[in-house]
Structure formats: C-alpha cells, structure tokens
C-alpha cells in the first residue's frame, strides 16, 4: 500500500472525510479522544463534524452524562462513551495506577491515608474541583502540595472509586464513580475485552498494525496480537497491516481540517510519518510529550495553528493550493465561531 493510500485510509476512517455525524457515534467510531486538555477534545470533535459547539461536548458530559472522562489508554485522560468506560477501565487502569503509586512514594504521601478522606468528601458533598479536595487532604493533616493531589486523584480513580465528573467553568470536578456512573457491572473477560479493543481500534485507526495498537493503548505487543488474533475471522491484510474487512473505498481527496493540540490523529499509530514527513516533525513533536495543533489537508499535515487574541493564526509549512487556504481559512473563522459560544 503506498503511503498517500494508507493516509486517506486512515484519515477517512478517524472521521476526517468531512461527513457530519453524531457526537456520541464519533467518540464510539474513534473508541476514546484524547483529553487531557477538554478544549482539545472539544476541537478535535468539531473538526470531524460532531460537535456545534463546546457547550454540546460540555452537556454530553454533564447533562446527558453521554461521555464521560477517565485515565485510560497510556495512562491519560480520554474521552470515552459512557457505555465503554468500565470495560476500557478494567483493561488499562493499571497503567495510570502504577505510575501514580510511583510517584505518591517519591513525594512521600500515602494514598490510603489520603483517599478515605477523599472518597467522604465527594460522598458528602458531592462532586468536588481539585482544589477543594485539596483543602480538605490539608484540613485532615495530611500533604497536599505540588503533584500529590492529582496523583491520589489518578490512582483512586484507577482504582474505581472516583471519576472525573461535571465539567464547572471549563474544569472537571471529581465524583463518586457510583454517583456519577451508577452500580458497576461485571466486567467482561480479559480475552473478550482484548477482542473488543482490537475490533474498535481498528474502525476508527484501521490499516494498523499490532504495534500501533500497542503504541495507542499502552498495552503489551503480546495482548494487542491476542485481541488481533481472536477477531482474525473480521479483518482482511495488507502484509504486515490490518482492518476490518469490507471498508468502503475512502474518498480520492479529504477536505482540509485544523485540528487542535493533542488530536488522536496524530497519536493514534506507532509511526506518524505517513501523516507527517520526519523534517517537520519537531514543528509538530517540540518535546516534553507536546503534540502543536496542525493544519491537516488530504491526511497530511501541512502546517500548524495556534490562536491569539480571539483569533486563529495559520502557519504553513510552505505554499498551498488555493482551494485548501480557502478551505483553511473557513476552518479558522469556524474555529472562532466554536469557541466563541
């Protein structure tokens, strides 16, 4: 497959094809949008058609309780469908509670002194902002400066007691997962979840590799071939890429979007080269886990963006057709437009 094949794939399957489509049917499609910073989340779903506006992201949060926001895949924050989040949970969990426990033990907090505290608090007062929970880790003698409080809130939450909840002025505060999702269920079996995640991957990221799927949710290469393997029967090759068998053909030409800091466009794979070529990759990849937000035309990457006083700043790498700086420039006034309610 040549690489300006597999770009439209891949392009065409993360919803950039340019078709308008639901919010909670896009955030299924792509299985979990990246999400440690909302407003990114909130762009990236506006750039494939299914949100109007934040306040819409930000009401399929609180309202209708439709998404919900967890540290999943590699131990981040994602945005998930509600239905979705404790079978992810129950498959990647461990990842953000290894870290955590790490780092609780390097700034010398204790994580089951501080958690009941935490657990009563949300339990009596409902959801809570970090700050809040704060206070009242100080209030009970215990430490809460510097990264102590985000890590207890990590590992509680990879633990399953507390989520992060309503979105307030821009903010999560944390709830009681029980409060904020209801009763758990059980969770399905490692090998049937493996299955799920490999099946769900690979609509919204397919052609792919079991190392990409890997590199995407932090699993082990050893589980990404198992879920693989135990769909094989759905899927059709391409030597050494995968997908669900019976893709429609994408579009020859995808419509040129502004994608946001952090899109699962660019994190979705092992390699990104296919998307964005090596000598641009440090305009895009700075360092210190930075993903800038970029200028995409056809799957590739042909620019970057940032926005300064209200207004969106285009960047290119060089000179562009006239039909994608004008598709561009409607992207820029949308963005403001989205932002702007």
Do not use: C, K
């Not at 989040?85 to 953000?96: D, V």
């Not at 790490?102 to 204790?110: F, I, Y």
């Amino acid at each position: 497959m040549t690489r300006a094949a597999l770009r439209r794939r891949r392009a065409a399957a993360h919803l950039l094809g340019g078709d308008r489509t639901d919010l909670g049917a896009a955030v299924r499609h792509l299985l979990a949008v990246q999400a440690q910073d909302l407003r990114a989340a909130r762009l990236a779903l506006r750039a494939r058609g299914a949100a109007a506006s934040g306040r819409g992201v930000d009401a399929a949060l609180n309202d209708d309780r439709l998404l919900v926001v967890g540290w999943l895949m590699r131990g981040t924050l994602h945005l998930v469908a509600r239905d979705d989040y404790r079978w992810l949970h129950g498959l990647t969990a461990s990842l953000s509670a290894a870290t955590s426990r790490r780092r609780l033990a390097q700034l010398g907090a204790s994580f089951e002194d501080a958690a009941p505290v935490i657990v009563r608090a949300l339990a009596e007062e409902g959801p809570l902002t970090r700050a809040a929970l704060a206070e009242r880790v100080e209030s009970a003698g215990l430490s809460a400066e510097g990264q102590i409080v985000p890590h207890l809130l990590a590992l509680a939450a990879a633990e399953g007691s507390v989520v992060p909840g309503p979105v307030v002025d821009g903010a999560h505060r944390f709830a009681l997962a029980r409060d904020w999702l209801g009763p758990p269920t059980a969770p399905p079996q490692r090998d049937v979840a493996l299955a799920e995640l490999a099946r769900r991957y690979l609509r919204g990221h397919g052609p792919a590799t079991a190392g990409d799927l890997a590199a995407w949710s932090g699993l082990a290469l050893r589980d990404a071939r198992a879920g693989l393997a135990a769909i094989a029967g759905e899927l059709q090759e391409d030597g050494d890429l995968v997908d669900v068998a019976g893709r429609p053909e994408p579009p020859r030409t995808l419509p040129a979007r502004l994608l946001p800091a952090f899109d699962p466009y660019l994190l979705g794979w092992r390699d990104r080269s296919f998307a964005l070529a090596p000598e641009r990759a440090r305009a895009v990849h700075p360092g210190g886990g930075v993903v800038r937000a970029t200028a995409v035309a056809d799957g590739r990457v042909v620019g970057t963006w940032s926005r300064r006083a209200g207004r969106v700043r285009l960047e290119p790498f060089g000179g562009l057709p006239a039909r994608v700086a004008a598709s561009l420039r409607r992207e820029a006034a949308d963005i403001e437009r989205f932002e702007g309610h």
